[in-house]
């Protein structure tokens, strides 16, 4: 597989708290995506960053990338019970390339 | 604002039986890609099409097919279904290939029994 893992694969939090997540991918990428997935359900868009980006802003989310790992990480500040979600990290290697290479995720419990 | 619309959202078919899934995406956006996601699992690309052609193909069954119409709506035909097929089958559409971000529909459901 050309995408790595997500780490850590579970996590429980205090509703306040921050949460991080970390992605892990192979080869060089166009931009990396991070997407949340409630139980069931479809997949929500949360932040695109391009390779030469270094780190993004979203309202309480933060995303990082750093191309000499190969990783990026998301941060989720004074997390609610809301957030309480699957994250996926998903990669797009090239301007050739059609797809979203997704990882194994992250699932994130917010305990009020 | 329009989202990605998916039909239906719950399939139940027999095993050997066939299922098309519908995808229509957001208007003006000319890429769709289906994806597969089993239980408990990060979602698998199956194919994508750009501007009605076929544009990658993922570890898709030589069962399934898609294409993508004239009208940018997409289908994806299923047939001789197998138990293991069951799983959510997403469709995603983008405005350009993937410079920008992909938006998923709802899913469907598919329960082969």
């Known amino acids: 597989s050309q995408q790595g893992e997500e780490d850590p694969q579970a996590l429980s939090i205090q509703e306040g708290e921050n949460a991080t997540m970390n992605c892990s991918y192979k080869?060089?990428?166009?931009?990396l995506q991070w997407y949340r997935q409630n139980s069931g359900r479809g997949l929500v868009h949360l932040i695109l960053?391009?390779?030469?980006?270094r780190e993004k802003h979203s309202g309480r989310l933060r995303v990082t990338l750093d191309t000499s790992k190969k990783s990026s990480s998301l941060l989720i500040t004074a997390s609610r019970a809301a957030d309480t979600a699957s994250y996926f990290c998903?990669?797009?290697?090239?301007?050739?390339?059609?797809?979203?290479?997704f990882g194994a995720g992250t699932t994130v419990t917010v305990r009020a | 604002a329009a989202g990605v619309i998916q039909s239906p959202r719950h399939l139940i078919k027999e095993k050997r039986e066939t299922a098309t899934l519908k995808c229509y995406p957001i208007?003006?956006?000319?890429?769709v890609y289906w994806y597969q996601q089993g239980p408990g699992q990060d979602p698998q690309f199956l194919i994508s099409?750009?501007?009605?052609?076929?544009?990658d193909k993922g570890s898709i069954p030589d069962r399934f097919s898609a294409q993508q119409f004239s009208d940018y709506h997409s289908e994806l035909n299923m047939s001789s279904l197998e138990l293991g097929d069951s799983a959510l089958y997403f469709c995603?559409?983008?405005?350009?290939?993937?410079?920008?971000?992909?938006?998923f529909g709802q899913g469907t459901r598919l329960t082969v029994v």
């Open positions: 995603a559409s983008s405005r350009g290939q993937l410079n920008t971000e992909a938006f």
């Open positions: 080869t060089s990428i166009n931009n």
């Open positions: 960053i391009r390779s030469n980006e």
């Open positions: 998903a990669t797009v290697f090239s301007f050739n390339d059609y797809k979203l290479s």
């Open positions: 208007p003006r956006h000319d890429t």
């Open positions: 099409f750009y501007e009605k052609m076929q544009s």
